[in-house]
């Protein structure tokens, strides 16, 4: 049985769930201490007594963030068994909560990505490990489907799992933009097609 947290990781955990929201929305620039002192109701010198810096808050939030999205995913996916049927759960999942997503603001890694891209290199350099651990555990669930049969044997996992990514990613981001869920659907559309056509031939004979 997991123990009650403690009341310092309570306020920990509080300052890190108003802090996502606010990097997620603003970025790393944009979010001043002034910010999350508001958010959180505290005084800089008792977020100082949990954090070290703003940097140490921000790469926290970050994983926190991710962790949320990660959860509430999972929670959908880790009841199906078929691969086909588990890949496609995650596209529904986004069409269901593209103008409200877990975290405010949308995809943690989408908007941290390109919040560092010239700059911040500690924060990109996580969000370039959380993308590698989403293209491994891509690569696993195909390859695990592969081994079932439920997968063509044929399929480079790697490639397939970038290019999954990469049409998600671009279809949150445009609904994002325009506010609009069409423009995920129609992105959805042809993530479902991907997905159908990993389905292995079925034999004339």
Known sequence: MRKP?????????????????????GGFDGTSMKDIMEATQMSKGALYGHFQSKEEIALAAFKLAVGKVLDEVGKRTKVIDNTLDKLKAVVYFYKERILNPPVEG?????????????????????VKKEMDAWIGRMIYTLEKGMSKGQIRIDLNARDFSIRFIGCLEG????????KDVHYFDVVAQQLVEMIDSLAPTKSAF
Request: aromatic content about 6%.
């Open 106 to 126: 949308g995809c943690p890694i989408q908007n941290t990505a390109i919040d560092t891209n010239n700059n911040h290199e500690f924060l990109k350099e996580e």
């Open 5 to 25: 947290m403690t009341k310092a990781e309570k306020t920990r955990k509080h300052i890190l769930e108003k802090s996502a929201a606010l990097f997620n929305l």
């Open 171 to 178: 279809g949150i981001m445009m609904a994002q933009l325009y």
